[in-house]
């Protein structure tokens, strides 16, 4: 009787993940486009047959939320924090996020089939003064750090904090001053903790899709249109991460004084992590997670976090 009481059943976050799979998946019509087309082309059998290698969160920098806030919630469900990235243009601050391992205290079991997480967090203070005063108009309320009140083993509350207002819903002139000056401001003063994307991993798919390319030419084929920033396969230097993604679906934003406005919502994203060159010899049924390119690369990240800027959307 000592860690068993308070440690979280699998399912908790079992049932977290699926709430927020369920809500992104109404929010973003390209993610049934994907998984309909995948099943039509005898890619997968069945939308569950896809493995999903990441999700992603962005967080406002600011006293009692962003990263040190929200990444209670998934390392009280044995989640790692790996990496720190930054983005000095955007002012972002990032880690991501390993599932639960084989030593972690806080599971029955690993799961390494549970996706990566990776966290973003806006550097608030480093904005203009004017765009500051507006985001903290709205954050100011929160008073105390909103994860310390919530019972994290109780998945149902998890999922309606991920998905309720933190703060009171945006004017549409606080929302346009904001794009300005920084488009991951806007996106977060509206969408809050709403999923930004998942991620299909493509290296496990059948022969003929199991190659980002490859699968960006189906993708293209389907009609969708995605993220040219950068070009559009993002290459980490050593080759071996490999990733592509939609332009965010646009939504039909209601703000404050019932004005609406179309504005970027999510988007899904694509990935290839290539085998270790120590492991390329090793026969393809041998091949696991822990052969392959882990982790994330600021590259990358920095031209995918464009899926959701108007230069994108406004393509
Ligand atoms: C995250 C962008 C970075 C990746 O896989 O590197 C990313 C975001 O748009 O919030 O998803
Ligand atoms: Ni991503």
């Known amino acids: 009787m000592t860690t068993s009481t308070n440690k979280p059943t699998t399912t908790t976050v079992d049932a977290v993940m699926s709430g927020l799979m369920r809500r992104y998946s109404e929010r973003v019509p390209d993610v049934h486009k994907v998984l309909d087309s995948m099943v039509k082309e005898g890619i997968i059998q069945s939308p569950g047959d896809v493995e999903n290698d990441h999700i992603a969160f962005r967080t406002m920098g600011v006293p009692n939320l962003g990263i040190a806030s929200f990444e209670k919630i998934f390392m009280h469900y044995g989640y ?9 243009g955007k002012k972002l601050t990032a880690y991501w996020y390993s599932p ?25 203070h480093e904005l203009s003064e004017e765009a500051q005063r507006i985001i903290h108009k709205y954050t100011d309320t929160v008073k105390s750090d909103p994860v310390d009140s919530l019972n994290l083993d109780d998945a149902e509350a998890v ?12 004017t549409l002139v606080d929302y346009q001053t904001l794009l300005a000056e920084s488009e991951y401001a ?13 991620t299909i991993s493509v290296h496990n798919l059948k022969a003929g ?10 993708l293209e084929e389907q009609g969708l249109k995605l993220n040219s920033a950068g070009g559009t396969i993002k ?26 406005f179309r504005i970027a919502g999510s988007y899904v994203e694509f990935a290839e992590r290539r085998i270790l060159p120590p492991f390329r010899d090793l026969p393809a049924d041998q091949i696991t997670r822990q052969h392959r390119r882990e982790g994330f690369e600021t590259g990358n990240a920095d031209k995918i976090f464009e899926s959701t800027f108007t230069t994108q959307t406004g393509r």
Do not use: C, K
């Open 186 to 198: 806007a996106w977060v003063i509206y969408n809050r903790y709403y999923l930004n994307h998942f």
């Open 235 to 260: 290459v980490s230097p050593d080759g071996d991460l490999r990733q592509a993604s939609t332009v965010a679906q646009m939504i039909d934003a209601e703000f404050a004084n019932g004005d609406i």
């Open 80 to 88: 790692e924090r790996r990496d720190e990235f930054n983005f000095v």
């Open 100 to 124: 639960p391992g084989v030593d972690s205290p806080r599971v029955d079991s690993p799961r390494p089939d549970l996706p990566r997480i990776f966290v973003s967090e806006l550097r608030v």
């Open 159 to 170: 999922d309606q904090f991920l998905h309720q207002p933190l703060w009171e819903t945006p």
């Open 209 to 218: 899709y199991n190659t980002i390319d490859a699968f960006v030419a189906f």
